[in-house]
């Protein structure tokens, strides 16, 4: 596991470098969707402290295990993120569990957060995620309704819009993502020009393990990678 995080870490790196960006500028998010609270634990004594699943009730069993062994370990618990499409009717499980959501895509679902924050007395962080190519994955907005989404999250008193999530068609060929990471990058610009400056909503999450160095050198602030340090999925 030590040798999995370092070797994707150095490939972050690798990749900041040529591209000119700023050291440690890119957000290691490691995806456990399907490996158990152990394998958590694990990569968390190996160094890694942000998580991201992509189903809530699997997270509801996950998340206080891992804290649960943790602590037990004396190690605090590590920072969780939502990265997979959230109904609307686990929205308030979702505030609960997790620190940030990725997968904002409507304005109903941006309500239904807002309600279960307030309730909870807590501000969630979320991204916007879009459909930038308009095809291949079915969730996220698309570009051309960006600008109605963005409006209606920033009237939601309790949630933070930090940016944009976005997970291109599946290409067996990364280059392929290229385009689609670039869009992103610029649609995330014109949201920072609609809000203006003193805005935190930077952010851009895209790039899993097959292309998360093209991804990085196209502007990710926070990449997705799960096999590549937990191994391949069992189907
Ligand atoms: C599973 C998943 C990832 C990680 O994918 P890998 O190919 O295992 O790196 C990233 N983002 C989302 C939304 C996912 O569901």
Not at 71 to 91: C, D, E, F, I, Y
Not at 116 to 125: I, T
Not at 150 to 171: K, N, Q, W
Request: with cysteine; glycine share 10%.
């Amino acid at each position: 596991m030590k040798e999995r995080i370092l070797g994707v870490r150095e490939r972050i790196d690798a990749a900041v470098k040529r591209s000119g960006r700023t050291e440690g500028s890119v957000l290691l998010v490691a995806i456990s969707k399907t490996f158990p609270a152990e394998a958590v634990v694990e990569a968390a004594r190996a160094g890694l402290s942000t998580f991201g699943e992509n189903r809530v009730q699997e997270a509801a069993a996950k998340i206080p295990r891992v804290a649960e062994l943790l602590a037990s370990a004396r190690m605090p618990p590590p920072t969780w993120h939502l990265v997979g499409h959230l109904q609307s009717n686990k929205a308030r499980q979702a505030v609960a569990l997790f620190d940030l959501v990725h997968s904002v895509d409507s304005a109903g679902l941006a309500a239904k957060l807002e309600v279960a924050a307030a309730s909870c007395g807590k501000r969630l962080p979320v991204l916007i995620q879009v459909n930038v190519s308009g095809e291949g994955s079915k969730s996220g907005v698309e570009p051309g309704s960006l600008r109605a989404l963005v409006d209606a999250v920033a009237t939601c008193s309790h949630l933070e819009l930090r940016g944009l999530m976005t997970i291109p068609p599946y290409d067996p060929d990364p280059e392929r993502s290229r385009p689609h990471f670039a869009a992103l990058r610029e649609l995330g610009e014109r949201v920072r020009g609609w809000l203006g400056p003193g805005a935190d909503a930077g952010e851009l999450s895209m790039g899993m393990t097959e292309d998360f160095e093209i991804a990085v050198e196209e502007g990710a602030t926070i990449v997705r990678v799960g096999r590549a340090l937990f191994g391949e999925r069992a189907a």
